[in-house]
């Protein structure tokens, strides 16, 4: 075959421009179709802080210092345990940042305030107004007692045994002012005191005599029974052989449900210990299932909480901080609770919650917003040269409270890679 000067060169010519452009053509597919960057670092079972409420989004990892890649060139992706992604560009915090956190959100935080409604007043005018005997007669409508009429008298018969009269008044797990009267003559041969059980296991036993004496009462029942039970010298169980010892309560028994102004209680209430009022929030074990403590403090569903609390008088069961409707890790034991991050769920439902045999206080609440991550975490922008603080997207089942998250950082500057 003739060699052709012409076509040879046209040959040459065009591998030279296929091998210039082809480069150039892969560069533009990489900057195309890789604009989300390349990989350069993972942690893996990452705990991570994550905040992705519009307008503040940001995150840390604990024991990671994230500020060499906050700036706009590098790209965060978070993966849960089922595989769901949450990702958006990081934005430095800028020098000297640190966490920061709001102000307290929750109202009346060491449950002080309370409403106080009556739920029962006694009328011993015509007869004992429900009240019932065990090995005992009562009566009502008793007159001049010490200068009172209307009264309620207890005596005692000859069993030995205990003997009482009372009446189901409360219900159980709420927190009750008792107020009442008694009236002890010291003629008596054996009762010289009154044990009073207030819907609780125990009793308060009551001395004075031949006296009206008041005694006014908080306390959180387990019971349903006011019982008001004969004493022998601090014995509740003893013999009158007579059976004819007596002892009288007023008219006019005022019993309130003491409730918190701020705050719903599923079950339990306003802590009393002693007779008074502890400002806590007391549960008492016998819920047959979680109960909340809560009100609606305002959260933001996606946005990052500390919340926390202190435990006492523990004897049994779980706690755990409440936000959105999001409860975070449960705690055991007397202490303070070191604050909590949690995410916040869409529920208006902020305070604690606690499992079916929770049996203790909680008090000091505290419910702040982390507004912004410490200097070794990073803001979130949603783009690239943006100013939105949002995160750029989020798969529908990423779940934002887990304890640990597997997390990528991308350069998203294009890459030249020559061989």
Request: with cysteine; net charge negative.
């Amino acid at each position: 075959m003739a060699y052709d000067r012409k076509t040879t060169l046209r040959v040459i010519w065009k591998l030279a421009l296929y091998g210039l452009i082809f480069p150039i053509i892969l560069c533009i597919a990489y900057y195309v179709f890789a604009a989300g960057g390349h990989l350069v670092q993972t942690y893996a079972a990452a705990t991570t802080r994550i905040s992705y409420v519009d307008g503040n989004a940001h995150f840390s990892i604990v024991g990671q210092n994230l500020s060499t890649y906050a700036d706009p060139h590098y790209r965060f992706e978070i993966e849960d345990a089922e595989g769901d992604i949450l990702y958006g560009v990081g934005l430095a915090t800028g020098a000297g940042a640190s966490e920061t956190v709001g102000s307290e959100l929750v109202t009346d935080p060491v449950f002080e305030d309370v409403t106080e409604t009556n739920i029962y007043t006694s009328d011993f005018s015509v007869d004992e107004d429900g009240f019932t005997s065990t090995r005992a007669t009562v009566v009502g409508n008793i007159d001049g007692i010490d200068g009172k009429d209307d009264n309620l008298r207890i005596t005692v018969n000859t069993d030995d045994a205990s003997h009482f009269g009372q009446q189901a008044l409360y219900t159980i797990g709420k927190a009750y002012r008792t107020r009442f009267s008694y009236d002890i003559p010291s003629t008596n041969s054996h009762v010289d005191g009154i044990a009073v059980y207030f819907g609780t296991v125990s009793s308060v036993n009551y001395t004075t005599v031949d006296a009206w004496t008041d005694v006014d009462v908080y306390n959180n029942v387990t019971s349903t029974f006011l019982s008001f039970c004969a004493s022998d010298g601090a014995y509740l169980v003893f013999q009158d052989a007579g059976g004819d010892d007596v002892f009288y309560i007023a008219n006019g028994i005022p019993i309130d449900e003491v409730t918190f102004d701020s705050w719903t209680a599923e079950h339990g209430g306003p802590g009393a210990s002693s007779g008074s009022l502890t400002n806590k929030f007391s549960i008492d074990g016998s819920q047959i299932a979680s109960k909340k403590l809560y009100q609606d403090a305002s959260t933001s569903e996606g946005a990052l909480y500390k919340a926390g609390g202190t435990i006492s008088d523990y004897t049994a069961g779980n706690g755990a901080p409440l936000v959105g409707g999001t409860s975070g890790t449960n705690c055991t034991g007397d202490g303070a609770i070191t604050a909590q991050y949690i995410v916040a769920g869409a529920d208006a439902e902020d305070g604690a919650i606690f499992d079916s045999d929770a049996d203790m206080s909680w008090d000091d609440h505290t419910l702040k917003q982390v507004t912004d991550p410490p200097n070794t975490g990073v803001r979130i922008i949603d783009a690239k040269g943006s100013a939105t603080r949002n995160w750029t997207s989020k798969d529908a089942g990423f779940d934002f409270n887990e304890s640990t998250y597997t997390v990528r950082v991308y350069r998203l500057d294009p890459v030249m890679i020559i061989q």
